[in-house]
């Protein structure tokens, strides 16, 4: 009898090269589902995989995690289409559009657009167990974000704020990591 949950399984280790290979290409812009892609879509793929290579071991696997994305309906609409029918690490996956006043404790993920991004930063400081941030405003992981979206050489990329993620208490895959520009608080402003 074949073991399907193991570690070793040839089908576990394919999908996980699969997702690790979706991840680079998502990154790095290439290939041609990248290139053919909204600018949402691509959003939402870089957000889905944010998510999928998170460490979220300490959320109950009962628990539904929640991809919140705060006034962009292109963004949410395209997450909902990625997410629909998925799971990570056994977590049912959930996606709610929400204000970015109002995002509330129960997000592990908020994308929020850049003209919101100040605003939630503020907010996200004060609130205990904070949602993992992400936004396509420019300085976002520098001022205290967890992931920057940005553009470079006509392909999206992301930056991660070690410093912040640090302090949030959220584990990335050392694979993630190893695909971003990695940055630091900027503790002037």
Same mark, same amino acid.
């Given at each position: ?17 699969? /997702?690790? %290979?979706?991840?680079?290409? =998502? ?7 990248? *290139?053919?892609?909204? $600018? &949402? ?43 629909? /029918?998925? %799971?990570?690490?056994?977590? =049912? ?7 970015? *006043?109002?995002?509330? $404790? &129960? ?83």
């Amino acid at each position: 009898m074949q073991v399907l949950s193991g570690p070793g399984n040839p089908r576990r280790l394919a999908i996980r090269i699969a /997702g690790t %290979v979706a991840v680079a290409l =998502a990154a790095a812009g290439i290939g041609r589902a990248a *290139d053919g892609m909204s $600018p &949402s879509a691509l959003k939402a793929a870089f957000l889905f995989n944010f998510a999928k290579f998170a460490d979220w071991d300490t959320v109950p696997p009962s628990v539904t995690l929640v991809l919140c994305v705060a006034n962009d309906d292109q963004v949410g609409a395209a997450l909902t289409d990625s997410a629909r /029918g998925q %799971v990570i690490n056994g977590h =049912a996956i959930e996606v709610r559009r929400v204000k970015s *006043d109002n995002f509330g $404790p &129960s997000c592990h993920l908020l994308f929020v657009p850049a003209s919101e991004a100040k605003q939630v930063l503020e907010k996200v400081g004060k609130v205990q167990d904070a949602p993992i941030t992400v936004s396509d405003a420019p300085g976002f992981a520098q001022a205290g974000g967890v992931i920057e979206l940005f553009q470079e050489g006509g392909r999206m990329r992301f930056a991660v704020n070690v410093d912040t993620t640090q302090r949030l208490g959220v584990r990335l895959s050392s694979r993630l990591l190893d695909l971003a520009k990695i940055v630091r608080t900027d503790h002037a402003q």
